[in-house]
């Protein structure tokens, strides 16, 4: 098992309300295994994702990553797991905006608690080219479109061959065109890895390029209401 979540709550207090946003969040991933999150606006899925990645604290249950319980292990040791075995794409990219295209690439290679990347500069160009923005490389951030820069996020997230890649709506601002190419790029590094993927996304033929989709709704993550019409594919081994 290289994720798994058991019991998983969080909730948020806004004053005297409680947002009870994950009440009973249950998940199991092998090594290899490529999972489609889906989701109405609010249900969660961000808040999953953040909770699966070391990010977020949950108000109870666990999530353990290699053995390890992610929220058990001080703060130093989160941020060694995280760095070393989890990518992440963020929803609304979090590129650093005095960076270039090339540097946000590279930043993960620079963490000294990650494992030492060969020849980093040769892994930037190899995946600016994969995502379609080699010729982009010393843009700045505010020097790109949103689905520049999402691609960038998704370059950077899989900078450090990540183990486990967290992807939040990852083509979520693509034309069908460009987004149909970052998939294939995604899907094939992923493969290529053997990584971990789960994917949040709100289009049905994106989730449906995954083994699984499960949907989270009303705080819990379960098989998706009408789910025999997306056709999932063969569970790879893992
Ligand atoms: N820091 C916070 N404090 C209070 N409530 C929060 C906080 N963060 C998120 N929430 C609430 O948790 C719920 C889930 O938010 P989340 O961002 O995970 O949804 P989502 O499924 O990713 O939605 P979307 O598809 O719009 O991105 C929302 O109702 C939101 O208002
Ligand atoms: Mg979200």
């Not at 609010?42 to 929220?71: F, I, M, N, Q």
């Not at 370059?155 to 034309?175: C, F, S, V, W, Y």
């Not at 994917?199 to 009408?226: F, I, K, W, Y």
């Given at each position: 098992?290289?994720l798994?979540?058991?019991?998983?709550?969080?909730?948020?207090?806004?004053?005297?309300?409680?947002?009870?946003?994950?009440?009973?969040?249950?998940?199991?991933?092998?090594r290899?295994?490529?999972?489609?999150v889906?989701?109405?606006?609010?249900?969660?899925?961000?808040?999953?994702?953040?909770?699966?990645?070391?990010?977020?604290?949950?108000?109870?249950?666990?999530?353990?990553?290699?053995?390890?319980?992610?929220?058990s292990?001080?703060?130093?040791?989160?941020?060694?797991?995280?760095?070393a075995?989890?990518?992440?794409?963020?929803?609304?990219?979090?590129?650093?905006?005095?960076?270039?295209?090339?540097e946000?690439?590279?930043?993960?290679?620079?963490?000294?608690?990650?494992?030492?990347?060969?020849?980093?500069?040769?892994?930037?160009?190899e995946?600016?080219?994969?995502?379609?923005?080699?010729?982009?490389?010393?843009?700045?951030?505010?020097?790109?479109?949103?689905?520049?820069?999402?691609?960038?996020?998704?370059?950077?997230?899989?900078?450090?061959?990540?183990?486990?890649?967290?992807?939040?709506?990852?083509?979520?601002?693509l034309?069908?065109?460009?987004?149909?190419?970052?998939?294939?790029?995604?899907?094939?590094?992923?493969?290529?890895?053997?990584?971990?993927?789960?994917?949040?996304?709100?289009?049905?033929?994106?989730?449906?390029?995954?083994?699984?989709?499960?949907?989270?709704?009303?705080?819990?993550?379960?098989?998706?209401?009408?789910?025999?019409?997306?056709?999932?594919?063969?569970?790879?081994?893992?």
């Amino acid at each position: 098992m290289v994720l798994a979540a058991a019991g998983l709550v969080k909730e948020y207090h806004l004053g005297r309300t409680l947002v009870e946003v994950l009440r009973d969040v249950n998940l199991e991933l092998c090594r290899g295994e490529t999972l489609a999150v889906i989701g109405a606006s609010g249900a969660g899925k961000s808040t999953l994702l953040h909770v699966l990645g070391g990010l977020e604290r949950p108000s109870g249950g666990r999530v353990r990553l290699l053995g390890d319980d992610l929220y058990s292990v001080s703060a130093r040791r989160r941020n060694y797991l995280r760095a070393a075995h989890i990518g992440f794409v963020f929803q609304f990219y979090h590129l650093l905006p005095e960076l270039d295209v090339m540097e946000n690439v590279g930043l993960p290679a620079m963490n000294a608690l990650a494992p030492a990347v060969e020849d980093p500069e040769d892994r930037v160009r190899e995946l600016l080219t994969a995502v379609g923005l080699a010729h982009r490389a010393h843009h700045l951030p505010m020097e790109l479109s949103g689905g520049e820069q999402q691609r960038v996020a998704l370059a950077r997230a899989l900078m450090n061959r990540p183990d486990i890649l967290l992807a939040d709506e990852p083509t979520g601002n693509l034309d069908p065109v460009t987004g149909g190419q970052v998939l294939e790029a995604l899907f094939n590094l992923v493969a290529r890895e053997n990584q971990t993927l789960v994917m949040v996304t709100h289009n049905a033929d994106v989730a449906g390029r995954c083994q699984r989709v499960l949907e989270l709704q009303a705080g819990r993550l379960q098989s998706p209401a009408g789910g025999e019409k997306i056709c999932l594919k063969q569970q790879g081994e893992g």
